[in-house]
């Protein structure tokens, strides 16, 4: 299932040398999803920082646009899409908002991916896991300008200020989101209760369309997937790359978008997780190095996920 035509993605992510995080979980399901992925590393690291040790480099917001001067030189900076995730520096983020918009000026119809990585609850405890003035950008400046977002619940509740409770409050909240800017909203992890139970994850989306004749579309759905039990690192970058994908080859089916995301999402930690288990040994517990996704392993699962979390409509 190719693109009609040639699909590019302008990806400004991390890269990590070895494993795989940011650009290097986004660009391979992109490419095997029939995507054009032209990346900007906005750090090149040794490998990611849950590790004991890393190196490397930080791109910062000059280089960043010298790298946009170098493409618009050549004529070369026309996409379709563009896709971000873990940002830490807030002039490097507002540097992003300046190229979407000069980039949207170009295509009206250029669809910007963002997941605004801020932080995430443990045991219930919400914290940022970047610096607090990062927040102000991401909701003044980054998700107006955006068309697809895709939090986590703590994410969603430091944008919009209110805090989710119920499943009721989650779809306020993604209403909130929406008035905001992004037309598409998934909630990618939450701590409501499952209705299948304990065992579960519950996410959430929601699509909301105006058309030509001012009439709304809205369709929202809430997805249960099993949870895995392990701190497995880059899975918000290939869960934002697999939407993107999807959404682009059914771009009025989040259910069926979100039905196949979170499919092959569940088909690439199923293999990760055994595979990790095997390299550590009986009863040991995998390390980080164990714990790299498995991606060119699921290069099968990524292309034609065999639909194993079914959404539920709302």
Known sequence: MEPERECRVLSIQSHVVRGYVGNKAATFPLQVLGFEVDTVNSVQFSNHTGYAHWKGQVLNSDELHELYEGLKLNKVNQYDYVLTGYTRDTSFLAMVVDIVQELKQQNSNLVYVCDPVMGDKWNGEGSMYVPKDLLPVYRDKVVPVADIITPNQFEAELLTGRKIYTEKDALEVMDMLHAMGPETVVITSSDLQA????????????????????????????????????????????????????????????????????????????????????????????????????????????????????????
């Open 195 to 314: 209705p299948l139970g304990n065992d579960y994850l519950i996410a959430l989306g929601s699509y909301r369309k105006t058309n030509a004749d001012g009439t709304k579309i809205t369709q929202r759905i809430r997805m249960e997937s099993p949870k895995v039990d392990a701190a497995f690192v880059g899975t918000g970058d290939l869960f934002a790359a697999m939407l993107l994908a999807w959404t682009h080859k059914h771009p009025n089916n989040l259910k069926v978008a979100c039905e196949k995301t979170v499919s092959a999402m569940q088909h690439v930690l199923q293999r990760t997780i055994k595979s990790a288990k095997a390299q550590a040994g009986e009863g040991n517990k995998p390390n980080s190095a164990n714990l790299e996704l498995r991606m060119v392993q699921s290069k099968k699962d990524i292309e034609n996920p065999e639909i194993i979390v079914k959404a539920t409509v709302l």
